[in-house]
Nanobody
Framework: QVQVVESGGGLVQPGGSLRLSCVVS????????MAWHRQAPGKQRELVAS????????DYGDSVKGRFTISRDNAKNTVYLQMNSLKPDDTGVHYC???????????????WGQGTQVTVSS
């Protein structure tokens, strides 16, 4: 089995910062792209940022470019999301999503975490 666990959410004032972490554990042969998505109340889930496995190529949603930074530590099977200059519109449950291979002969699977709540409010 594979576990995807997010942490680091909380309540922060507008203009503040938070750092989210996501650790992947269990039977893992390799991890590919890791990403953060978020879902605000009454809205569809949207991509916030992603980072590829080997080259660490990053991609960001338009609303977070210049404010958020995604990074990863392959040795720790962990992906981070540094969020600066937070706005009320950033409020929502933030989910970690990973592409992975459990063994060297299995196909790729995709896994989601349970999410961590981020609330930006004064």
């Amino acid at each position: 089995q594979v576990q995807v666990v997010e942490s680091g959410g909380g309540l922060v004032q507008p203009g503040g910062s938070l750092r989210l972490s996501c650790v992947v554990s269990g039977t893992i042969f390799s991890i590919g792209t890791m990403a953060w998505h978020r879902q605000a109340p009454g809205k569809q889930r949207e991509l916030v940022a992603s980072i590829t496995g080997r080259e660490h190529v990053t991609d960001y949603g338009d609303s977070v470019k210049g404010r958020f930074t995604i990074s990863r530590d392959n040795a720790k099977n962990t992906v981070y999301l540094q969020m600066n200059s937070l706005k009320p519109d950033d409020t929502g449950v933030h989910y970690c999503n990973v592409d992975l291979w459990r063994t060297d002969y299995d196909g790729m699977t995709n896994a989601w975490g349970q999410g961590t709540q981020v609330t930006v409010s004064s």
